[in-house]
């Protein structure tokens, strides 16, 4: 017998899945523990502090309104290109993975220019705990969007030679892919409301 | 779907179709998201609805994107014990330290 | 035939490198055999080995905090001098030595030593076989999960020699402490952060083995114990460790860009108030860290009793007692795990109403654990036993984890606790679990899968110098510690407690505890020479080397890439010894039979052989 790993690709019958489809929302699974732990410890200082930073001061909700489209559209293009790869059509492929980095890219930019405003104006993580947690959520998310960035550029440009010689498997990758960057996409519908739209009038001291 | 786990093309179309419309309501539900803000709700109320909504969405882009309204009994059951597990982290240490917290001191 | 369409994807596969190091048909290289090897045999080896060395490295430390424990404040010879001004002047020890010491103890037995072996090495090496698979699942990221274990373990290393040394704010690293010590804490930090990443992505390649690769007619129910305890384990591992991920990035944010996560308003340190935002929970850290804490203890135990489980059945002729029940017991275990953890919070100030809750769900949680324990004596009733080597080291487990266990109650039920709580009966308690416990469940492990490694028995005259002595030794360690925490004597002071009054009648029995600890160490060296003498002059084994039922033994020992020459097919459960009219007193799961195979559905019947 081969020593290849049965399961692959093809579906083992039982379960209905193959192992790249089934290790992907195991993985997920405990990335929803990771950023629940974090919202974990929101509750736990929100609720214990009597003074609590209002986002909506201290944060941009236009730019995040439109980061919030930015990866939702981001989440279309990317479930296109799989649609695309499953009809084993590259040129189209190619133009919605090539859009999901772009889109990816915009907002980090973003982030970028949010982070170094707060900075500049004196609101660094170490300010409240406030700002402690929307610098660490949002920055592990957009460490999430990175690597998602980087996994998804590898399939669109140098990785997508697969297409070719085991299109299934490839569709199969490209789908894996798409499950992790619609969880990140995910996280921040959570993230953005919590973060930018919650605050309430702190009572009087 | 075939021992592959491939779709044929008439159902890539109906997909494609649905995803556009899952957009639309995912685009529509964020202006809702930072609508509600305007409507200067008390707390809890507050809370309970923007969670509504982004419980919504959520809901939207794991279903669809993610595909898991058609997806196998065994991802289906992994994620609802993961849910479980969730709220228990999420709601375990606050429960906790309940009367710790007194908000009008 | 029914694997041909996987025979064709092995070849595309073997195109893109999906199957690297299981190309069979060329050489590889000495890096690709031993340093990358994508071979989960290699890889349990990697883990087991190095586990052990950590194993030996964390004993270490302990055996220098029992020398100050035994003789507070008096010069260590020769060693002591050594280690030099900044860790023991003129080789007296240092308090803040002694906590580096007693931190890097717990860190690395805890995550250093025993999960790498028992789920690292056993489960990476047996699970497969076990399973009748050729490899797990994904193997290069069965690869990574070693390097990320074997980096973290570097950097928790390397964090001796910054200045200010290894972390001190014990394996739990509370925080205001944690927070505000010297850098060593950081690349504790950092280190856990590694070891983590490997966990999560070994259990992601745990759990959708055991669930996709099954050969065919192993249902769930025909698993041996041992596969369903890495099972369950590995869901521990998934969704507890994320929580002290998130707290470790938090602690390591207000470590190095100060913010205040944990650090409350108004915090002075060394007379001066702290220059921070404030706002902050220390018991945020706390709730954190014992989520993951407590299902890792699970983990710790749960390997064992597989391993337990597999030597008492093969080594008295007879099926398990109770399999299912021990199945049930595991997967509630596993399960109630999550909702036990503020039992080590007791002393917080929670309300009665949450400590009821937590008391209550740790009683409850006691009963499948006795059940486990319980099946597995009665499994030993009209058995024929065999004292092997492995069979030694199962049969110490019972009564050590028995009293591990029972101890355990006064410490889950919130008013005794008030007074047991952070003294040496809370040390007694865990490391009876853990050490008699799981490290001989672990033995017992190594003595019954050696064979199947390296084609070699273990010698079993040095097994009888290993045993007798380190259980002797090991129940000298721990039981005095029993009396002295009902004293009231207070864990982690770097002099014993010497200048407590209330304590002072059980400061002798510290001296018992040194002793035996040294003796423990001395006991290993049997253990140390048999290990690497018998892999070239033990004797030779047999593939079925224990007259076992299991599918590891179907395969050749070493097992060759890819396991197993056919794919094996299960006919029946994994415990079929002494079957009434079964010639033989076993009858291994892979030997055909009259009985009927239960195929995975939809799969075309397999050929039988």
Redesign the interface.
């Known amino acids: 017998?081969?020593?290849?790993?049965?399961?692959?690709?093809?579906?083992?019958?039982?379960?209905?899945?193959?192992?790249v489809?089934?290790?992907i929302?195991?993985?997920?699974?405990?990335?929803?523990?990771?950023?629940?732990?974090?919202?974990?410890?929101y509750?736990?200082?929100r609720?214990?502090?009597?003074?609590w930073g209002k986002g909506?001061e201290l944060l941009s909700?236009p730019l995040a309104?439109l980061n919030?489209?930015v990866l939702?559209?981001s989440?279309?293009t990317?479930?296109?290109a799989w649609?695309a790869a499953?009809?084993r059509k590259l040129g189209k492929f190619r133009l919605y993975m090539g859009s999901t980095v772009a889109l990816g890219a915009v907002f980090m930019v973003v982030k970028a220019f949010e982070y170094q405003a707060k900075f500049h104006h004196g609101a660094?993580?170490?300010?409240?705990?406030f700002?402690?947690c929307y610098?660490?959520f949002t920055g592990?998310h957009a460490l999430h969007v990175l690597g998602g960035m980087i996994i998804n550029f590898y399939f669109g440009f140098p990785g997508a030679k697969?297409m070719a010689?085991?299109p299934?498997?490839f569709?199969?990758r490209v789908?894996t892919a798409?499950?992790f960057w619609?969880?990140v996409?995910?996280v921040w519908?959570?993230l953005?409301?919590?973060l930018y739209?919650?605050n309430?009038q702190a009572?009087p001291a | 779907m075939d021992a592959t786990g491939a779709h044929d093309h008439v159902d890539l179309k109906k997909h494609v179709r649905t995803y556009l419309m899952v957009f639309g309501g995912l685009m529509v539900l964020t202006l809702v998201t930072v609508g509600v803000r305007y409507l200067h709700l008390p707390v809890v109320p507050a809370i309970l609805l923007a969670l509504a909504i982004a419980i919504v969405k959520g809901s939207l882009v794991a279903c669809y994107f993610m595909h898991l309204i058609s997806e196998r009994k065994l991802i289906l059951i992994l994620m609802l014990a993961t849910v479980f597990f969730f709220f228990g982290v999420l709601l375990g240490p606050v429960l906790t330290e309940l009367n710790e917290i007194n908000p009008a001191r | 035939m029914t694997h041909a369409p996987t025979h064709d994807h092995a070849e595309t596969g073997a195109a893109h490198g999906e199957h690297g190091a299981h190309a069979e048909h060329h050489e590889l290289g000495f890096w690709r055999r031993y340093v990358f090897s994508v071979d989960h045999k290699t890889i349990g080896i990697q883990y087991a080995v190095t586990g052990l060395l950590f194993l030996l490295f964390g004993f270490s430390l302990m055996m220098l905090m029992r020398w100050n424990l035994a003789f507070p404040g008096k010069a260590l010879p020769l060693l002591g001098k050594i280690l030099g001004d900044s860790r023991m002047p003129g080789g007296s020890m240092l308090p803040e030595f002694y906590n580096q010491l007693g931190a890097m103890h717990g860190t690395i037995m805890v995550f250093l030593g025993v999960v790498p072996l028992a789920v690292g090495g056993f489960g990476n090496f047996v699970v497969p076989l076990q399973i009748g698979a050729p490899d797990m699942a994904f193997p290069r990221l069965n690869m990574l999960s070693y390097h990320a274990y074997f980096w973290g373990g570097v950097v928790m290393l390397g964090s001796f020699f910054v200045p200010g040394g290894a972390a001190q704010g014990g394996w739990t690293s509370y925080p205001p402490l944690a927070d505000i010590l010297p850098a060593g804490q950081t690349w504790w930090i950092l280190g856990m952060l590694l070891l983590i990443t490997s966990s999560l992505l070994g259990a992601v390649n745990f759990i959708t083995t055991i669930i996709q690769l099954r050969a065919p007619g192993l249902t769930f129910w025909r698993l041996p114990f041992f596969v369903w305890a890495q099972f369950v384990t590995s869901f521990l591992l998934l969704l507890a460790f994320p929580a002290l991920q998130a707290a470790g990035i938090m602690q390591l944010m207000d470590r190095v860009a100060h913010t205040s996560f944990f650090l409350p308003q108004g915090l002075v340190v060394s007379g001066q108030v702290l220059k921070v935002s404030g706002g902050g929970s220390p018991l945020l850290w706390q709730h954190l860290f014992w989520f993951l804490a407590h299902p890792e203890v699970y983990v710790l135990i749960l390997p064992a009793m597989g391993i337990v489980a597999e030597v008492i059945a093969n080594n008295t002729r007879k099926p398990l007692w109770g399999y299912r029940a021990l199945v049930y017991s595991v997967v509630t275990i596993g399960a109630l795990s999550f909702v036990v953890w503020a039992h080590h919070m007791f002393m917080t100030g929670m309300g009665t109403v949450m400590s009821t809750f937590f008391q209550t769900t740790t009683m409850i949680i006691s009963i499948p654990s006795v059940i486990i324990l319980t099946c597995l004596i009665l499994s030993l009733w009209g058995g024929s036993i065999r004292f092997t080597p492995p069979m030694l080291f199962a049969l110490a487990f019972l009564p050590m984890f028995g009293i591990g266990g029972l101890t355990g109650l006064p410490l889950g039920l919130a008013s005794p606790d008030i007074h047991f709580h952070d003294t040496y009966y809370v040390i007694a308690h865990f490391h009876y679990v853990v050490a008699p416990g799981t490290l001989f469940a672990l033995f017992a492990g190594v003595y019954h899968w050696y064979p199947k490694a390296t084609g070699r028995y273990l010698s079993t005259k040095l097994a009888h110098l290993h045993f007798w002595p380190s259980l002797l030794f090991i129940n000298g360690v721990f039981m005095p510690m029993f009396i002295q925490g009902l004293a009231g004597m207070q864990r982690r002071l770097y002099d014993g407690g010497v200048a407590y009054t209330h304590t002072a009648h059980v400061l002798w029995l510290h001296k018992v505890i040194s002793f035996s600890a040294w003796g423990l160490a001395l006991a290993q060296i049997p253990f140390i020479i048999n290990f690497f003498m018998s892999r070239k002059r033990g004797a030779l084994a047999p593939d079925n080397a224990w007259d076992a039922t299991t599918l590891e033994w179907a395969a050749p020992s070493p097992p060759p890439h890819g396991n197993f020459a056919v794919e094996p097919i299960v006919y029946r459960g994994p415990y079929e010894y002494s079957v009434p009219g079964h010639a033989g007193d076993f009858y291994p799961q892979f030997e055909p039979g009259p009985e009927t195979v239960s195929p995975i559905p939809g799969n075309p019947e397999p050929a039988h052989a």
């Open positions: 017998m081969s020593s290849a790993i049965p399961y692959t690709v093809e579906t083992r019958p039982d379960t209905g899945l193959n192992n489809k089934l290790g929302w195991i993985f997920l699974a405990s990335e929803v523990m990771l950023f629940g732990s974090l919202f974990a410890g509750i736990l200082l609720t214990g502090n009597p003074t909506s909700v309104t919030t489209a939702i559209t989440s279309v990317m479930v296109m649609v499953m009809e660094p993580p170490s300010y409240s705990t700002m402690a610098f660490t592990l697969m010689t085991d299934q498997q569709a199969n789908e798409g499950l619609h969880f996409d995910l519908i959570f953005f409301p919590v739209l919650l309430f009572p």
